[in-house]
Nanobody, 127 residues
């Protein structure tokens, strides 16, 4: 059974950094792209970043571009989200997901494209 487990969340002051990890297991994820999404209290889940299977393509939400970096280690089936210059508005539950439908930036940023999801990890940024 496919499983995705996030880690690395926590409490950080504004301007600080965190690195999230997402380990995928339970099935082959060859040719799968991975994405990060977040959901703040009272808000809908939103796209943060995505990376293609071979890492050749990355996509970012405008709100995190230049501050967040998504990378992957295919050998470990693990995807990372390096977050820097964090802001209070980045506070949310961050979830990783996997899809085989990441072809265009639209596909890669759409929640419905993703088949497998983790439970999420809380990131809290204090002022």
């Amino acid at each position: 059974q496919a499983q995705m487990v996030e880690s690395g969340g926590g409490l950080v002051q504004a301007g600080g950094s965190l690195r999230l990890s997402c380990a995928a297991s339970g099935r082959s994820f060859i040719n799968y792209a991975f994405g990060w999404f977040r959901q703040a209290p009272g808000k809908e889940r939103e796209f943060v970043a995505a990376i293609s299977w071979n890492g050749g393509r990355t996509y970012y939400a405008d709100s995190v571009k230049g501050r967040f970096t998504i990378t992957e280690d295919n050998a470990k089936n693990t995807v990372y989200l390096q977050m820097t210059t964090l802001k209070p508005e980045d506070t949310a539950v961050y979830s990783c997901a996997a899809t085989r439908e990441c072809v265009t930036s639209y596909d890669c940023s759409r929640l419905s494209s993703y088949n497998y999801w983790g439970q999420g990890t809380q990131v809290t940024v204090s002022p």
